[in-house]
């Protein structure tokens, strides 16, 4: 189901996960790997290419939520203000969203409108994980190095203690056994609090 109004979202209480992240970061194309279709998720190179909230039922107990991009810079700044207001109010209103990916690209330092926005997460009481997205650009370890540096950042900012985080490629598989595990514990907890 695709829609830009919150209300509209499908209203089964099954536990959900939202992508989101940079326009471009890699959201959509995680998709495709987790669930491994080729395009499930519409990707682009070019970035703004996710406009609505998609979601992508799993199993028949979870959703995958793709989002548009944010700090895409070629939106107007009516369409921006639009965006923005039915992300916040998606993220706000949205009851069964157990965990938020916060996608950033491994290559780029941290970014300001990331941080801002992991920020408003942490005010909202919204659970969030990084993911790293594009692990295959670089050698083992620069990823290292990158993923401590970007931790470091946070916690020498105002986070007490860094998020859990998981290093992606969706070109090549990397990270799909992690998250997926990761997603499975997260339902289990959802379900058994519902019984
Ligand atoms: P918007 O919907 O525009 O916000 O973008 P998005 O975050 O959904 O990104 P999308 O999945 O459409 O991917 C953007 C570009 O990055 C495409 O050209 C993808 O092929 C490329 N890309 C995504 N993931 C990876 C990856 O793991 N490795 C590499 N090398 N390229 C990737
Ligand atoms: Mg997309």
Redesign the pocket.
């Known amino acids: 189901m695709s829609n830009s109004n919150v209300e509209k979202c499908p209203n089964e209480n099954i536990p959900e996960y939202a ?1 989101i ?13 987790l669930t491994d279709r080729k395009s499930l ?11 609505l909230i998609n979601h992508f039922k799993i199993n028949e107990n979870w959703f995958l939520v ?5 700090g ?1 810079a070629r939106v107007s700044k009516k369409d921006k203000k639009t965006f923005q207001k039915y992300i916040t109010n998606y993220f706000e209103q949205r009851a069964q969203l157990v965990c938020s990916f916060v ?1 950033v690209d491994i290559r780029h330092e941290p970014q300001k409108i990331d941080m801002e926005f992991m920020q408003w997460l942490g005010e909202n009481g919204i659970p969030f994980c990084i993911i790293f ?5 670089l050698k083992p370890a620069i990823i290292e190095t990158n993923v401590n540096a970007y931790l470091k950042t946070m916690t020498e900012g105002m986070w007490e203690e860094a998020p859990q985080y998981f290093v ?5 598989k ?1 990270g799909r056994e992690a998250l997926l595990q990761f997603v499975d514990q997260v339902n289990t907890d959802f379900f058994a609090r519902q019984s």
């Not at 992240?21 to 790997?33: E, F, H």
């Not at 990707?43 to 406009?51: C, I, N």
């Not at 793709?66 to 944010?70: I, R």
Request: aromatic letters at 6%; zero cysteines; proline letters at 5%.
């Open positions: 992508f992240g940079r326009s471009n970061v890699g959201k959509s194309s995680l998709i495709n790997m998720a519409k990707t682009s190179g070019r970035p703004g290419k996710t406009q793709d989002l548009p991009g944010y895409y996608l997205t594009k692990a295959d650009k992606t490629s969706s070109s090549k990397i």
